[in-house]
């Protein structure tokens, strides 16, 4: 899967369709169905089907990644754990944080690396890749 994502995406489902349009062949075909769950559902933000796959999305936005309620990294691995119940094909995690902060950005990075030595297939997107499916797709 691509890796062009925008903290916008959490707010802007026309962005999400354009750049599952645009990425359609190297996804899988166009999506059928795209929902959008609440916010905390069963591990995921976004569920997209395709007529051959399942994607899982997860949006992680500056508050929550600054967030005190639970370690940043243990609840993206959480969510992770609740996510299999999806028979999912592939998981995509957004990071929407502020690079420039320190304390986001050892987040960030922590959970990246965590979830790259997690046997799943997932993608993990940096907040400066996560801009680009705006400014592609407004």
């Not at 007529?51 to 999305?57: D, H, T, V, Y």
């Not at 986001?104 to 799943?120: A, G, N």
Request: glycine share 8%; charged share 30%.
């Amino acid at each position: 899967l691509g890796s062009d994502w925008s903290s916008d995406v959490c707010s802007s489902d026309l962005s999400l369709r354009k750049w599952l349009e645009n990425k359609k062949s190297e996804i899988g075909g166009t999506a059928y169905s795209i929902i959008i769950h609440s916010r905390h559902e069963q591990g995921i933000d976004v569920l997209v089907e395709f007529s051959k796959s399942r994607i899982g999305i997860q949006i992680h936005s500056y508050l929550d990644i600054e967030g005190e309620k639970e370690a940043f990294g243990s609840k993206v691995t959480r969510q992770i754990g609740e996510s299999l119940k999806h028979t999912l094909d592939g998981r995509i995690i957004i990071y929407c944080g502020d690079m420039t902060d320190t304390s986001q950005k050892d987040k960030i990075l922590k959970s990246m690396s965590e979830v790259s030595r997690m046997s799943i297939n997932a993608r993990c997107v940096p907040p400066e890749k996560a801009i680009v499916i705006i400014k592609q797709n407004l």
